[in-house]
């Protein structure tokens, strides 16, 4: 998988998620065991951080701190209200102790962008 190195495994802490930029676009790192997790990091409903959120491990999902709208982590699905949109969902990978993440060309709205653009 290609993609860009965000940050060594060690750096992430077991059930925390960490916010990481790649190619400009804000994303939030979630470390469960030894799995990672990569989506947008911005909320669907209040255009916040969800890496300032809570990570709710037995769900596998992101919660937003403002409203408290829960994200599958695995789908960018909204699992709670108020939140009715996902968020992207990015590939992670673990190399080593790098972290690699390849953005998908998912708009956070859940459209490629040639759907965005009417192709």
């Given at each position: 998988?290609?993609?860009?190195?965000?940050?060594?495994?060690?750096?992430?802490?077991?059930?925390?998620?960490?916010?990481?930029?790649?190619?400009?676009?804000?994303?939030?790192?979630?470390?469960?065991?030894?799995?990672?997790?990569?989506?947008?990091?911005?909320?669907?409903?209040?255009?916040?951080?969800?890496?300032?959120?809570?990570?709710?491990?037995?769900?596998?999902?992101?919660?937003?701190?403002?409203h408290g709208s829960l994200?599958?982590?695995?789908?960018?699905?909204?699992?709670?209200?108020?939140?009715?949109?996902?968020?992207?969902?990015?590939?992670?990978?673990?190399?080593?102790?790098?972290?690699?993440?390849?953005?998908?060309?998912?708009?956070?709205?859940?459209?490629?962008?040639?759907?965005?653009?009417?192709?």
């Open positions: 998988m290609s993609g860009v190195r965000v940050c060594g495994w060690s750096e992430l802490v077991d059930g925390a998620a960490r916010r990481v930029v790649v190619d400009g676009r804000p994303v939030a790192l979630v470390r469960i065991g030894e799995r990672v997790h990569a989506i947008d990091d911005v909320c669907s409903h209040a255009e916040v951080s969800l890496s300032e959120g809570d990570v709710d491990v037995e769900e596998c999902a992101l919660e937003c701190w403002k994200f599958d982590l695995e789908t960018g699905e909204a699992l709670t209200l108020p939140a009715i949109k996902p968020v992207a969902v990015h590939e992670a990978s673990v190399d080593g102790d790098d972290v690699i993440v390849q953005l998908n060309e998912t708009h956070r709205d859940g459209a490629h962008p040639d759907e965005r653009a009417g192709r």
